[in-house]
């Protein structure tokens, strides 16, 4: 009965104050994303309602074609880096 007395107080504590995302720490970039993020052009890229990627048909990173392609999260590794991470990092504000 005791516990049940101290969890109910708790759950409203966490309830008014709700987590907010954007002030959450977040993990600096390797050396691997900073330097695939060098290589990206935002506005080549769209982030879709779901979090997934889409680029344009002339999409290019550093000097290789990644055209009229859809992708998420672990899809594609890039010189250690995974794509859909540095794209959220660097273009989602976009």
């Not at 977040?26 to 993020?37: D, F, H, I, S, V």
């Not at 935002?42 to 290019?60: I, L, Q, T, Y």
């Not at 899809?75 to 540095?86: C, H, Q, S, Y």
């Given at each position: 009965?005791?516990?049940?007395?101290?969890?109910?107080?708790?759950?409203?504590?966490?309830?008014?104050?709700?987590?907010?995302?954007?002030?959450?720490q977040?993990?600096?970039?390797?050396?691997?994303?900073?330097?695939?993020?060098a290589?990206?052009?935002?506005?080549?890229?769209?982030?879709?309602?779901?979090?997934?990627?889409?680029?344009?048909?002339?999409?290019?990173?550093?000097?290789?074609?990644?055209s009229?392609?859809?992708?998420?999260?672990?899809?594609?590794?890039?010189?250690?880096?995974?794509?859909?991470?540095?794209?959220?990092?660097?273009?989602?504000?976009?």
């Open positions: 009965m005791l516990r049940a007395r101290l969890a109910v107080p708790l759950l409203v504590a966490f309830a008014a104050f709700p987590v907010d995302q954007s002030t959450a977040q993990t600096p970039p390797t050396g691997a994303e900073k330097a695939l993020a290589q990206i052009k935002c506005e080549d890229f769209k982030r879709n309602p779901d979090g997934s990627w889409v680029s344009g048909p002339h999409a290019m990173i550093g000097t290789n074609h990644f009229s392609s859809a992708f998420g999260a672990h899809a594609f590794n890039l010189g250690g880096a995974d794509l859909a991470v540095v794209l959220d990092r660097k273009c989602a504000g976009h």
